[in-house]
Nanobody, 120 residues
Framework: QVQLVESGGGLVQTGGSLRLSCAAS????????MGWYRQAPGKRRELVAT???????NYADSVKGRFTISRDNAKNTVYLQMNSLKPDDTGVYLC??????????????WGQGTQVTVSS
């Protein structure tokens, strides 16, 4: 139903910047929330940031003031601008699309992930 393709990961030094992109294809709805999660080796997957179609955003405390999520609804694409990167930001960054399934449940779709490595 939905395919998500990420790009933009890589290796960067502490204090550097990267911009991630995630292009969604398939059936994209007005209630879909898009966002980024990350997973470091040996750690649980964690929320980084989300954005609704209307532009409402939510950030993990650890990235507030450094990361900015944005969304181009015409292109069905979500971006994550990451500044002042730290080694703790290292991990696989996964694009997520979350949508209502019924009155109670929601569905999640995931991309394959893109590696971000921040060297000290």
């Amino acid at each position: 139903q939905v395919q998500l393709v990420e790009s933009g990961g890589g290796l960067v030094q502490t204090g550097g910047s990267l911009r991630l992109s995630c292009a969604a294809s398939g059936s994209i709805g007005g209630s879909d929330r898009m966002g980024w999660y990350r997973q470091a080796p040996g750690k649980r997957r964690e929320l980084v940031a989300t954005v609704t179609r209307g532009g409402s955003t939510n950030y993990a405390d650890s990235v507030k003031g450094r990361f900015t999520i944005s969304r181009d609804n015409a292109k069905n694409t979500v971006y994550l601008q990451m500044n002042s990167l730290k080694p703790d930001d290292t991990g696989v960054y996964l694009c997520n699309l979350n949508r209502p399934y019924d009155s109670v449940r929601r569905l999640d779709f995931w991309g394959q992930g893109t590696q971000v490595t921040v060297s000290s």
